[in-house]
């Protein structure tokens, strides 16, 4: 019976540090102010986008060469998944790079 008292504010715990994890981050720097937050922001957008999208052009070439090993395995769509959840995971660690070179500092994240 303990044991299953625990799973509702453990799954509550892990899913608090997954939505803090999720978020939106907002930026903040001593004497910076939202014209230039937003100016930095989109300079860095833009780099990480082709970043990104130079990455994404060697993995597609890759598997339009050699095949892709998930279709001839008939795996089902987790694969993909796992693919674009890694690509956000590292637009979103390039963004923070960019900025924090910038000299901004993530102050919270937001949902939306």
């Known amino acids: 019976m303990r044991s299953v008292r625990l799973v509702g504010p453990a799954a509550a715990m892990a899913l608090s540090l997954l939505l803090a994890a999720c978020g939106t981050p907002q930026y903040d720097r ?25 990455e994404r052009a060697i993995a597609s070439d890759r598997e339009a060469t050699l095949g892709s090993t998930d279709q001839r395995l008939g795996r089902t769509q987790l694969p993909q998944q796992m693919r674009d959840r890694d690509d ?21 994240r937001t949902l939306f």
């Open 30 to 54: 001593e004497g910076g102010n939202d014209d230039k937050r937003r100016r930095d922001e989109a300079l860095c957008r833009a780099q990480v986008n082709e970043m990104m999208g130079r």
């Open 88 to 108: 956000s995971n590292r637009s979103s660690r390039l963004m923070e790079s960019c900025m924090s070179a910038r000299g901004w500092k993530v102050s919270k």
